[in-house]
């Protein structure tokens, strides 16, 4: 089994209290990218990451786009005839709302049982950092990388990515590499280093509702006048069958079967249901049925309410007939649905069994196409040397129920292979109030891809 | 037909100007019941209120109640064996929320097009006002009035008369009464004075739904975990039939049919359905299948949705698995309907409906009992000369959709019958924003009513 180089491991060790030091400053901007009252925050943590990059040795430029920034690095000094890998993350993070449930404030990071707790700690600010600070170790340990380096980091990741695909198109020869890394998932399990083979694609909508042409008096209108929350209810109502099965008309009909080897692979790992249940905190699980949990949750699609308004929502009872009524509302997406397709099939549907008496629309947010890996080839044996170096053990391969959208435009438009390998652990409560990064797993995390640079020298160029 | 008093007309029109500016004051007082930062506020509306029963010549008392207070104003100086009327109004007002919707702010009163525009205008400051006007118009033009009088304004009614049952049966010797006035409600059209001879009842609940302990990543989590707004949609739906008809067990059980006499008056009522759909904004009518809109408002119960809430609801996209879902949810309720019933059959329905992998309450916020007022005797008689004489027309008898709980209580109670005489009209926006009061309807309704105090001299002790 090979060992973490000494030299680096020497390096990161040195330096772990400054590294901390940065990190936390880090996660102290509030670049929340879906608000607009923080675009000055998301600009600044575009600066930032730039900074830090020149820190580590490396050049970096921010480019502006018709939202946030792209962050580039680069480091070009390999050996002729080396590969060239680019590293993706980003360095925008989800809302921290509702924030009366965070143990400390979300962007304060504090330090409790072994976890940095603060919005973007594991998604994806601590697994960007652990990058740059993995390249300076070459850097400044040696003066020098076996591979040419690329680091591209953007702030729009949690909004759907909508100018990325944009980017590495208008940048594809600069961008130009053999392989891409991204760590911006989670382990299994604790110890258990981890393999991302799939993600989920996605269709984020939101359906608005209109009714009367304000609000009314419920005791003096009620009765005649069509209810648009009611007529919400109605409609999110037909969404699914009784055993759970997405009840559109067409939606399973991109759905590729899953490989019977991953899904005997999938039953083998260490996964218990009731923990996951109660870690969910839910009375019960459900789902569709006739699938397990993991198959649930990486193998199948879904649809989702992830907001409801209308009305009086305060304290207290308010007699209001609601002028209108709003849910947001995702599909997850599995190989090979297509987010465009999905969308045609859901404004159809909502327009067949929206009740009579009031307007409603159907807006697509952003979408993202569903990805599975090729799991052989030079870039997951040492991926899975790597991990086994600083973790101690062989890695597992996994899937996720996440979307990560750019990995199938890299694919799509630079034409290389992407290894997914995160940090995260279960329970992490990315996009959620108290999100957490394992320190532990961040120490190793650094130390493993600072191990992966030495053995990506062997990729084929 | 009778004509207004020239004394007490020529008082009002002397006073024109101050009455207006006195009326200003006390709209400017946000007495929102529902939220307790304004408790200050309707504290102060109900010191403004007893000051000015003072000043009318009547003497007046603030009440501490559990809530809000109640102000109780007396005038006994009347001759031996005239009867003893009470005038109920009430001097909070509902939340002015969305204020982006209002054109003027709520609270500073603004005259646009002969109309008062301010929360609370219509509902009930502005009526409850004229009362008190028309009472110290009696007080100052003639030093006397022919029956001796109780004002009863309260601070609960926006918020569901709480404390003020248990106010009424606590002060019962005191608050004994021949007959009692309210002015609460709307004309039928304008220059069309109305008696309301039908209120509904109401019982209104919050509906949580309960999920995972907090919110998750739909990516990573969802396809197994129940979502708790999706679950709360699905209640929801179950509320009503494909007839509009609601299809919760045991709901109809208690529902008198209407008297024909009743139902035949109202269809000679001036009522353009057209205009009533476009004055909503809606762009078609519903409802329960079978029945005009003027029954479907006033002689059929209803369930709204009031509010929902869940998840994410700002600017954009946010992924997130919801953990707890909310609707407010009320019952208009009708003769002879029970609301304690109707919390039962609701709490029971719900259960049976909810979904598994949730955790479902079902909270009675507050209720009140439906109405029906007898259409015979003196108390009539005499309003219907009072309002010919001011308005130089015959009323009409009218439903309306609304509750006023307190109605039942005072029958119960006092054992004395109620007169409902409003002067607000259609469109008024009471419970939205732009709510507004008809100047025109304030000057001839104080006159209505002063000219009813003559005729309740008539009343039987």
Redesign the interface.
Known sequence: MTSVPPDLHAWLSDHDDAIRGELFDFLRIPSVS???EHDADTRRAAEWTADSLRAAGLSATVHATAGHPVVVGEWRGAPAGAPTVLVYGHYDV??A??LD?WTSPPFEPTIRDGRVYARGSVDDKGQLFLHIKALEAHLKARGRLPVNVIVLAEGEE???SEHLAGFIEAHAGELACDAVVISDS?MFAPGLPSILSSL?G?A?F?IDVQ?????????????????P??A???I??T??DADGRIAIPGFYDGVAEWPAHVREQMKSLPFDAEH?RAE?????????KGYS?LE??WT???C????????????????????K????V?C?LVPNQDPAVVESLMKAHVARVA?????VTVTH??GGRPWRAELTGPLFDAARRALAAAFGREPVITG????IPVVGDFERILGAPVLLVGFGLPGE??????EWLSRENFTTGMRATATLWDELASLSK
């Open positions: 879906a608000r607009s989800q809302p709302e509702p449930l949690e909004v759907g989670a989920r996605l984020y939101q009714g009367p042409a304000q609000d009314l008096h419920s005791g003096s209108y009620g009765g005649a006048v069509v209810n929350a009611m919400l209810a109605k999110l109502a969404f699914h996951f969910t905190g839910s009375v019960s699980l459900g789902g569709e949990i649930q949750l199948r699609p879904t989702e309410v992830n907001g409801l308004l209308s009305g009086y929502t305060g304290e207290g009872a308010k007699t209001v007939l609601p002028a009524a709003m849910a947001k995702s997850r009740p009579p008496g009031v307007a947010l952003h996720e129920g996440g979307s409560n990315a996009h959620a109030p108290d």
